[in-house]
């Protein structure tokens, strides 16, 4: 994940009047990706390097321990190297030697043809082995919890729509489950996200949570939709796609359920701009049968809306 930065080039001005706008600028990014600029946080790898290291991604996880491992390894063949002849069977002064020497102690694979041959370099051996182990320790952690980090494929639609529910207005989100298995209990949230001024003529973001039609499914198998009545009571009521751009609509939706095959909790978010919701369409019908009588869906169509 793409960590926040510091741009001191980048003048940041606060006021509580409204600033310029920050369209695209989500609360809630649909990537990995952060677009968020955090000022005045103090960015220190060391006080929360477990964290860290859990929200890389893979490949720069990988990186990250390969090139750990390297350093450490370089390092000691470094002070293998301050003795000359500290290595049994080494080249004099051959750094490859004492680098690969270093790497038969870090792992404990100890091959017998290269052996400490001095006091010192018992010493700095067993230095090593003791670094070695808890490198391997710590690496096997993370590694087991990255893969056991419980996570919830759900798959939101690429936009909202406000259509016609019962002859009423409404706010939809559909949701799908990517899994076999089922999300047990699964509750969703809708929160809008816009530009509002106060009576003392201040800027806020504010937030207002919607009253969902159902917002709980004892079991979440295939899909799901969020439904949302605009009525007077709506923080939406009387938003046209103009209003909803103008105070820079964000629609947050959140999901949370107990995975049945893990036992564990697992979660989702994604969210909506104001370009991103489509008034007076609704979405494209994905359920079917197949030709012996299996309920089907189709998820070809899952993004797919119709102008009603």
Known sequence: MKRPTHRKSQPVVFTDRKPASTKGARIVSRSSADRLLRVGLRANWRSDLYYRSLTLNWWQFILMSALVYLAANVIFAGLYLIQPGSILNARPGSFADAFFFSVETFATVGYGVLSPATTYANWVMTLETLVGLMMVALTTGLLFARVSRPTARVLFSEVAVIGQHN???????????????????????????????????RFIRRFHDLKLLRERTPVFALSFTAMHIIDKSSPLFGLDAAEMARSEVEVLVTVTGLDETMGQVVHARSSYTADEIRIGHRYADVFGSTADGRRAIDYRRFHDTVAE
């Open 167 to 201: 002859g009423q207005p409404c706010l939809m989100i559909r949701l799908g489950n990517q899994r076999l298995s089922q999300i047990v209990d699964a509750r969703v949230s809708v929160t809008i996200l816009r530009n509002e001024i106060t009576t003392e003529g």
